[in-house]
T-cell receptor, first 110, second 115 residues
């Protein structure tokens, strides 16, 4: 049921920024954009979410296109600990469950 | 401020046995969600519970699977007469409300292996 499209994988060097794109061309006005990540052998972990405006927190930044049909998760300085599968998820106002797609597998090179 | 706790972390069962997976949500959270991650597949929603109520079990197989979240104690996901296809990682998440803007906090998962 995932309504987002992400690249299968991305590689980055340690301490360099990582830009993870997500396309969601069928997004509705009440869909929030959520990002979660899953480190190896762990449960998913919330990263960030937004509706229309760009968002920043201690983990990452979320840049949302003006038409909201795409967004980009930005990890400002990748560390080895950021190696994970990153999931971009749309959640409607009334949608309590998370619909995970395949996500993007991020590899960080030392 | 403990996070979501799940036990056991690893569970091995033989075909036909029962598996009981436990989930203690974060303190103050009354909403619990169970997800399953089959090998080489993505996470799939199974069931959503509030205290003493099942709100949505649309993702749970109709047979052999059941879930509960009693007034006191952890949430339990029960799988009767396990088969090899039940081998997966089962994750529990909790949130203070079901609102979209609330993040879900996940536990470390229970990895079930059916021999």
């Amino acid at each position: 049921d995932a309504k987002t499209t992400q690249p299968n994988s991305m590689e980055s060097n340690e301490e360099e920024p990582v830009h993870l794109p997500c396309n969601h061309s069928t997004i509705s006005g009440t869909d929030y954009i959520h990002w979660y990540r899953q480190l190896p052998s762990q449960g998913p972990e919330y990263v960030i979410h937004g509706l229309t405006s760009n968002v920043n927190n201690r983990m990452a930044s979320l840049a949302i296109a003006e038409d909201r049909k795409s967004s980009t998760l930005i990890l400002h300085r990748a560390t080895l600990r950021d190696a994970a599968v990153y999931y971009c998820i749309l959640r409607d106002l009334n949608d309590y469950k998370l619909s995970f797609g395949a996500g993007t597998t991020v590899t960080v090179r030392a | 401020n403990a996070g979501v706790m799940q036990n056991p972390r690893h569970l091995v069962r033989r075909r036909g046995q029962e598996a009981r997976l436990r989930c203690s949500p974060m303190k103050g959270h009354s909403h619990v969600y169970w997800y399953r991650q089959l090998p080489e597949e993505g996470l799939k929603f199974m069931v959503y519970l509030q205290k003493e109520n099942i709100i949505d079990e649309s993702g749970m197989p109709k047979e052999r699977f059941s879930a509960e979240f009693p007034k006191e104690g952890p949430s339990i996901l029960r799988i009767q007469q396990v088969v090899r296809g039940d081998s997966a990682a089962y994750f529990c998440a909790s949130s203070p409300t079901s609102a979209t803007y609330n993040e879900q906090f996940f536990g470390p998962g229970t990895r079930l292996t059916v021999l």
